[in-house]
């Protein structure tokens, strides 16, 4: 238990199967974050590249910016 004294927690307070979501949560994440950064990069895109690197959505508008915008992009670029 934590005391009313600290704000500190510690990860081993953490229930073992809420930490394996949480990592599961992380992989996934930071899996979308890299994948879409990566292509709006590559799309010379600033806006986009600014917002998906300031914005945590779980992935969400990580796989909109790959499957819907990046992909328009790239079939008119063609």
Not at 16 to 39: D, I
Not at 48 to 57: A, E, G, K, Q
Request: proline share 4%.
């Amino acid at each position: 238990m934590r005391n009313k004294e600290t704000s500190r927690w510690n990860a081993a307070e953490i229930p073992p199967e809420r930490r394996a979501l949480l990592l599961v949560a992380v992989a996934w994440t930071v899996a979308w974050k890299g994948a879409s950064l990566w292509r709006a990069a590559k799309n010379d895109s600033k806006p986009w590249f600014i917002t998906l690197l300031l914005t945590n959505t779980l992935g969400v508008l990580d796989a909109i910016y790959l499957f819907i915008v990046a992909r328009r992009r790239d079939h008119v670029g063609s």
